[in-house]
Structure formats: C-alpha cells, structure tokens
Nanobody, 129 residues
C-alpha cells in the first residue's frame, strides 16, 4: 500500500491561510495523481482538489475555487494544498490520497472517493475566531 503523511493543519482565524503538505513514504509521488479530501464532523468525506501526475492538470470543488491551490514539488516528493481566505465551514480533517488507478494519470483527475485506495491519517484544520 502506498503510504502518505499529511501535515500543516492547525487553528486559524477566518480569512487566514494555511499550507497543507502531503509527503510520500517509499514511492515516487510524482508518478501519481494526488487528491485532497476533507471530512467535517457529522458530514460525509468530500473531495477538495486533485492534481495529475504531470502537475499540469488540476481540479477543485466549487466551494474552494479561487481560494485553494494545489501544487507539487517533485524534488521534495510532496504535494501541497495552499488554503487562503479560510472560512469556518472549511473546518475539517483533511486527507491526501492516491491509488493504483492514479498511476501516471495525466489530464482531468476526479474528486470521487472510489478512485482512491491509499489514504493518509489526516490533519485537522480548524477555522475559528
């Protein structure tokens, strides 16, 4: 199984920014499309953003378009989620994910959970004053 580790979560005021990191253990992250999902208390997990293996294709949920940016640093074997203009409704545990079906995926990545089968442990993001 592909191992992923998220970091960078924390408590931030509304309007603030955070950068989440997703690091790979034991495999080349740049071979895979990577997704970010989140789950708020009492709600289902939802897709936030994804990036294809080339880094040239990205996809965003409507709720975060214009505020979040996904990127990858292949030299550091890491994918980032830059979150700006944070709102209380962004509060959730954020997970990065990939899977066998994401190997060398170029083009439009999808924000459907059933396309991913390797998940990190998650990092908590809390937006509150």
């Amino acid at each position: 199984q592909l191992q992923l580790v998220e970091s960078g979560g924390g408590l931030v005021q509304p309007g603030g920014s955070l950068r989440l990191s997703c690091a790979a253990s034991g495999f080349r992250l740049d071979y895979y499309a990577i997704g970010w999902f989140r789950q708020a208390p009492g709600k289902e997990r939802e897709g936030v953003s994804c990036i294809d293996s080339s880094g040239g294709g990205t996809n965003y949920a409507d709720s975060v378009k214009g505020r979040f940016t996904i990127s990858r640093d292949n030299a550091k074997n890491t994918v980032y989620l830059h979150m700006n203009s944070l709102k209380p409704e962004d509060t959730a545990v954020y997970y990065c994910t990939t899977g066998a079906s994401q190997l060398r995926l170029i083009g439009l990545c999808m924000l459907s959970q059933n396309r991913y089968d390797s998940w990190g442990q998650g990092t908590q993001v809390t937006v509150s004053s």
